[in-house]
């Protein structure tokens, strides 16, 4: 997967940049270069917050897909991995974890040798801070993030913010300790290090400075579905995604974005029973959700490298196709693989899909049982004469027909578990 290979691109650099380092005598000198240190260790930070910002994700997503369709299929097939960036974060989280790591061994023993500009204090702090990052690493791991997802995320959250504060604690008596004649916002002016701690904390800040709650309309069609009216005036892209939550601090749930009905403003999505939060959501559903202002490019947006494309979608996943289906800008064939469409969906947007994809290949399981989607989507990529296939499932149905048919030597494409 491009997620893993960029994982290890970004650990291999920073393996690269510490052995230049040791050969060049960057981290070491009379006492342990502890700023040089540091810097790279929160530089890493700054590049994992990166590709958290909507901003980077939608530039990033539109710059892969700008090229022509008459461009080599092998180029346009590897630009539309765009999706994958989520390992670059990964990779600088992991690296700059381990540089802090390292951080904490040079603080320890400069302290021991007595280096008068390390007190007990920036041992604890730079302790802490590590201790911080390595829970939110462990809690992170696949397995612990999909049995145990709302602390997973509330850990990432909390947790990346604790060790923000620690690490400002930590910079600020690092830097009277290095300069005791100056005013602290004059000795922090003076610490490379405080220049990237601003950073972090302004990509930090930034997404929730966008939050907005805005009210919303919930038809449920069937006691599987919930179709959602957001009643925010806002222009919105084919193709995006935006997060929403009862709460603003926790429980984000990403859902593709569907166009308003005829003559009403706003958006919709789609949302299924998968899980608690989308069970409590359709039993239970808010008059209110928060979200974030700015929505993220979709996975499906990569349809715009290609002249033609298969969607596959199973359940709601037909909410993030649903958007590109409507606008009819690319010649597209479509498999549903859903429960009964009209009873599960409702007569209104069971219609809107079949008029805007009137050849479309609707599998029913209430009346045929579960099929084999990978079989249907190398059916349909060969009698329609697409270039590539998009499928829009649960994991272990995206993976099997992304990997099944790349296997062919078909470009496919699909949400990955951090896309």
Known sequence: MHYNRLIASVLAVNAAVAWYG????????PTTRLEAIGAVAQANLV???????????N???????RPSARWPLRLRWALGKYYHLGGFHVGAALAGTLWYAAFVAAVVADWARGAPDVTTANVVLTGAVVAVLLAVVVLALPRLRARHHDLFEASHRFGAWLALVLTWANTIVFARARHPGSATLAALADTPMAWLLALTTVLAAWPWLLLRKVPITVERPSAHVAIVEVHHDVRTRVGTTRPISRHPLFGWHHFGIVPPRPGRRGYRMVISRAGDWTAAFI??????????????????NVRRLFRKVVFVATGSGIGPALGHLLAGELPTK??????????????????????AQPDALIWSSDEHGK????????????????????????RTVTWQVVHGLEQRGIPAFGPIWDS
């Not at 040791?22 to 000198?29: D, L, T």
């Open 47 to 57: 590049l994992a917050v990166l590709p958290r910002q909507q901003y980077v994700v």
């Open 283 to 300: 039993d239970d559903p808010p008059e209110h959700v928060w979200v974030r202002r700015l929505p993220a490019v979709g996975v499906a």
């Open 22 to 29: 040791v050969r060049a005598g960057w981290w070491s000198g």
């Open 334 to 355: 479509l498999v549903w693989v859903t429960r009964d469409p009209v009873r599960t969906y409702g007569d209104a947007l069971a219609g809107e899909v079949l008029a």
């Open 371 to 394: 099929p084999d989607v990978l079989a249907l989507a190398y059916q349909a990529y060969v009698e329609s004469g697409a270039e590539a296939v998009i499928c829009v499932s649960n």
């Open 59 to 65: 530039l990033v997503g539109w710059a892969a897909t």
